[in-house]
Structures are given as C-alpha cells and as structure tokens.
C-alpha cells in the first residue's frame, strides 16, 4: 500500500438555518431555511473554509472539467455529503485510524479531534499536523508509514505464497490422479496376466 503524497481535506457537513429573505418580506416576520454547509479543512490545517454545498459541489465539477482536481476526489466528496444525508458516517479514504493497532487511547481521541481519519493521513502528516498532534506526533506519524509499508510488502509476500501454495497442490493433485491411473492400469494387468496363468493350468 502507498501513501499518497496528498490527501484529501477533512470535510465535515452541517446543516444552519439561513433566513430566506424573500420569504421573509412576503410573509412580514423572520423566515428560515435549511441549508447545507461543507466545513472544509486542508489536511494537516487548521484552517477552516465554509461553503455552501449547494455552490461547492458544481465548483468540484468545474474543477474537474478544468484538471484542477481529479474525478475521483470529487465523486469522494459527493459520497461524503450523500452518507451526510442519509444519516450515516461519510466513507474514510484507507484505512481507518480506529482500526490500527498501535495506536493508544489518547492518541486515537487527538487525531479524530484534528481530523485525521485514517492511518494514510497520519502517515503524510505535514509539520503543522505533527505540531497539533504534540509530543510523540512526529514518531507516531513515522510510525505509521512503517506500518503501512510493511503491511503492502507482508500482504504481497503472503499473497506470492498463497498462489505458490494453490499451484502445488494443483500439481500434487493431478500427480496423485495420474497414479491412481497407473496403479488402476497395472492391477488391471496384474489380473489379466493371473487370468492366463489360470487358465493355462486348467483352472477355471
């Protein structure tokens, strides 16, 4: 598994009640709508942008069309804010941090705060992130990408000897049918050749 050398913002969807101004003169008193916000924070950063979804999404679009972005990242972004909708949690890009074994209890707790939703994030931490993450952020990070190097070269190797294991027994396999063939034939001949004996020494 590689790290990617950028990952993709922490985005994080809310919902405010915006006044409708139209709404508002036509029905004489304050009048509120609904409508979504993406909470927008650069990995590693603190900065936070906010845009309406409604504007932000056709701009990935253009974004897009124009090669300032890749698809992927935006079709990203768009099963985030479709998870948001649906009332469930957006869908992590690797593998989540929660899952990774080293990680203690503290540590886990100050990177969700920070955004870091995945040992991938972690692992190309920039120094403002590792900064955040305080004492221990920088080996941590480290860490991290030695975990994820190792578990790509362990996966792969145990993938070669899986694959190396299965055509063995393939091999065996048809070397013991191959025999059970032979030793089928030689019994056959066996009785075929006691069958002439027998019959030359007149027995029946």
């Known amino acids: 598994m590689n790290v990617p050398e950028a990952r993709p913002p922490f985005v994080v969807f809310v919902t405010h009640a915006v006044e409708d ?5 036509t029905n004489g008193c304050y009048t509120a709508r609904d409508v979504d916000f993406a909470h927008i924070t650069p990995a590693g ?31 990203h972004f768009e099963s985030c804010y479709k998870a948001f909708k649906e009332g469930k ?5 690797g593998t989540p941090i929660d899952q990774w074994p080293p990680i203690s209890p503290a540590q886990l707790v100050n990177c969700k705060k920070l955004g870091v939703q995945s040992v991938e994030d972690l692992a190309s931490a920039n120094d403002e992130l590792i900064g955040r993450l305080g004492m221990g ?13 190792s578990a790509g070269g362990d996966s792969g190797k145990i993938a070669e000897q ?3 294991i299965k055509e ?15 030793m089928k034939e030689l019994i056959s001949q066996v009785k075929a050749v006691n069958a002439v004996k027998s019959t030359r020494n007149g027995v029946i």
């Open 162 to 164: 899986l694959a190396a």
């Open 137 to 149: 952020g920088r080996s941590l990070s480290q860490k991290a990408a030695t975990w994820l190097s």
């Open 45 to 75: 950063s603190k900065d936070c942008v906010e845009r309406e979804v409604s504007d932000w999404l056709p701009q990935l679009e253009r974004d897009v069309e124009n090669s300032r972005i890749p698809r992927a990242l935006k079709d």
């Open 21 to 25: 101004r139209a709404a508002s003169i």
């Open 168 to 182: 063995e027994n393939a091999s065996l396999k048809l070397a013991n049918e191959r025999l059970q063939e032979q």
């Open 89 to 93: 949690a957006a869908p992590i890009v």
